[in-house]
C-alpha cells in the first residue's frame, strides 16, 4: 500500500525502535534534516526556540521532529547518542531528534521518499539539496511547504500559525461511516 500521509510512517527513534508517527495525527508538524556540524547548525536554536514559542501558545498542536542525516559533506558523522548529546548540550533541543537517516538515493528513509515526491523543491528538484531542509505537514497529515536550508526558523512562525488555525480533520466514526438510512414510504403528517 502507497503511503498517503505522515500517518503511514514508522521510522526509528535513536534508540533503533519504530515509532507511528500516526501519533501525531491531527497536530501540525515541521520535519527537518539535522546536522551537527555544519553551518546551518546554529538553526538547532531557532528551531527550539520556534518550539518553545509555539508550544507556549498552542499547546500540544505543535511538534518539531528531527531527522539526522550525514549525507552532506559527513557533517552528522556521531552516533544516535552523540547527536541527542550535542543537541541537548549545545542548543537545549527538547524537540524529538530520531535516528540517523538517508534523506537522498537509494536508502533513503521512506518518510523522505515521500516527503520529496509530495513537495519539490527549487527549480522542481525533489532531492534533497542540503541539512536543515523544512518540510510543514498539516493537521491532515498532508504536506503544506516545503523551505531550504537557507530559510531560518525564525521565518517559519507565520505559516505554522496558519496550518494551526484551519481545523483538524474529522475522525472517521461509527455513525459518520454507516450508510445514510433510506428515506422513509410512510408520510409523516
Partial sequence: MAAKTLYDFKPLDKAGNE???AKYQGKVVLIVNTASKCGFTPQYGGLEKLYKDLRAKHG?????I???CNQFGAQEPGSNDDIQSFCQINYGVSFPIFGKIDVNGDSAAPLYTWLKDQKSGLLGLKRIKWNFEKF?????????????ST??????????????????PVAPTATTDAPAAAP???PTA
Fill in 66 to 68: 528531527g531527522f539526522p
Fill in 60 to 64: 500540544e498542536d505543535f511538534e518539531i
Fill in 151 to 168: 530559510t531560518k526558523p525564525e521565518s517559519l512562525e507565520k505559516p505554522i500559525v496558519e496550518a494551526l488555525s484551519k481545523k483538524g
Fill in 184 to 186: 422513509s414510504a410512510t
Fill in 19 to 21: 515509532v507511528d508517527l
Fill in 136 to 148: 510543514l505537514i498539516g493537521r491532515d497529515g498532508l504536506v503544506v511547504e516545503r523551505w531550504a
